[in-house]
């Protein structure tokens, strides 16, 4: 339904929103219908002439600056689009099953323009894939203090040596934005952010098989050796640099989640409003009713939070507790909703013949990406209740 009622969009994002949605319904779908049930690439053929259409829409690359050639989306735009983008079989971990474009890290326009001409440039073009290293076996949740991957100074180069994990896509990527501990440990002060080229001796790549399609990636680093110039910004200044990049990364993480939950509830209005069990629709039954209004309620409040964070970001405010609400909302949101048309559908809800299963599976990821739902109510409540949540007195 998507009805926000008194509130309502900018028009020129409404009708973004709509050529979005048209694109998706006409050209995206119908192409992906084509392929495997667990398919989460597209073929090359397949996949240029959405893009090019998707250029055409001014849809490419909807989170990067428009002097590089990005749609240059504010976050709300960014939410309003990722919604629409995940409307696939794909969902929310492509958007729009790659026909948008890959925007490469936003850190790495802090960088100095050789950097962004070297690797994003030729990302923004399609023709390299970067990846984002952060997470170690030590702890993921508060990476700042959990890293432990060490970035050692020896003249003009950076020596590393540590593991990375959970890492998306890496292994299928050309270069990656490295967080690194150069100070003391704990100290949220002695991390540094750099660029890495995925064959430089002494990385390493390997595969995580997980519940969902496609898998992480556990990246190995044993002397590996960079150049100082592949450092991004000042050195000890990582944190910084990381913790803007995942606050606003929520925003279009936590929109994606409810596009795909949005469609779901409305392939299991179509299907309850047509099957019949025990001489009557299933549409007639309360739970049934409970079930579909349960849901639509839960999306409709999970969107506003997620307009209200993005907003906020956009106005220059501290977007930190918004975007941890959101983002948990959301994704705890689609999943209940999610479950809730599985069990509308019975059995076919778990067949692969439909994709609901697929997105049970990966919307159970989502509650874990970007910060785990628990990281989140942390932030929440340390902003309530101040250092009395920090001594435990």
Known sequence: MNTLGAWELPEELRMLRESTRQFMTRDVRP???????????????????????????????????????????????????????????????????????????NVIFLGTQQQIDTYAIPTIEGHRKPFVAISEPSGGSDPARAIRTRAVRKGDRYVINGTKIWITDAGNCDWGILFAR??????????????????????????????????????HFENAEIPVEN???????????AEKWLVEGRIPYAAGVLGVAQLALEMAI??????????????????????????EMELQAARLLVYQAAWAGDLGNDM?????????????????????????????????????????????????????????RVVVARSLLGHAARSGR
């Open 231 to 241: 450092r991004i910004g000042e050195e000890g200044q990582g944190f910084q640099v």
């Open 31 to 105: 192409v992906e219908d084509t392929l495997p049930h667990d398919a989460f690439k597209m073929p090359p053929e397949k996949l240029a002439p959405l893009q090019e259409k998707a250029k055409s829409l001014g849809l490419w690359c909807i989170r990067t600056p428009g002097e590089y050639g990005g749609a240059d989306l504010n976050l709300l735009g960014q939410a309003v689009i990722g919604e629409e983008a995940a409307r696939c079989k794909m969902g929310a971990y492509i958007p729009a099953c790659g026909a948008f474009g890959r925007d490469p890290p």
């Open 182 to 219: 150069t100070g003391e440990m704990g100290d949220r002060g002695g991390i540094s952010c750099f660029i890495v080229d995925s064959n430089t001796p002494g990385i390493s790549f390997k595969r995580i098989p997980v519940i969902r399609a496609y898998s992480p990636y556990e990246v």
């Open 320 to 376: 930190k507790v918004p975007a941890s609400i959101a983002k948990v909302t959301a994704t705890e949101t689609a999943g209940r909703v999610v479950d809730r048309c599985v069990q509308m559908f019975g059995g076919l809800g778990v067949a692969q013949e439909m994709p609901l299963e697929r997105w049970f599976r990966e919307l159970r990821v989502k509650r874990i990406g970007e910060g785990p739902s628990e990281v989140q």
């Open 270 to 295: 179509e299907w309850v409003k047509e099957r019949e069990t025990f001489g009557a629709k299933l549409a007639s039954r309360q739970s049934i009713q409970f079930m579909v209004a349960d849901s």
